[in-house]
């Protein structure tokens, strides 16, 4: 069964580091890359980023590159943060992709979604 749960949230000082967790089904792994989206208020859900589960291929937001990494063990997707902003506060979901797109209306299954709230 398609299985996708995420957790980390929480709040933080800018500056700050949160890491997430995305524990994913053995099917869902295997067949989809995994990738992280957020959706602040009023905002569109954005991409963040997302890691091939072929070939390890990462791709990141130009908003996060040089402080979010994603990475991968077993069935598990993590997102860690560092260097927080204020402007990162947003609801961040673990996502089923299939490709690695970082488009929302592309994204084959959703996580339940972990608030990140970053102060200043």
């Known amino acids: 069964e398609v299985q996708l749960v995420e957790s980390g949230g929480g709040l933080v000082q ?9 524990a994913a ?3 869902t792994f295997n067949n989809y890359n995994i990738g992280w989206f957020r959706q602040a208020p ?3 859900r954005e991409g963040v980023s997302c890691i091939s589960s072929g070939d390890g291929t990462t ?5 996060v590159k040089g402080r979010f990494t994603i990475s991968s063990a077993g069935n598990t997707v993590y ?4 260097g927080l902003k204020p402007e990162d ?3 961040y ?6 490709p690695c797109a970082m488009v929302a209306d592309e994204v084959y299954h959703w996580g339940q979604g972990t608030q990140v709230t970053v102060s200043s």
């Open 89 to 91: 506060t947003a609801v």
């Open 79 to 82: 997102l860690q943060m560092s």
């Open 25 to 27: 089904s053995r099917v």
């Open 14 to 22: 800018a500056g700050g580091s949160l890491r997430l967790s995305c």
């Open 59 to 63: 791709y990141y937001a130009d908003s």
């Open 42 to 44: 009023g905002k569109e």
């Open 93 to 98: 979901y673990c996502a089923a992709e299939r």
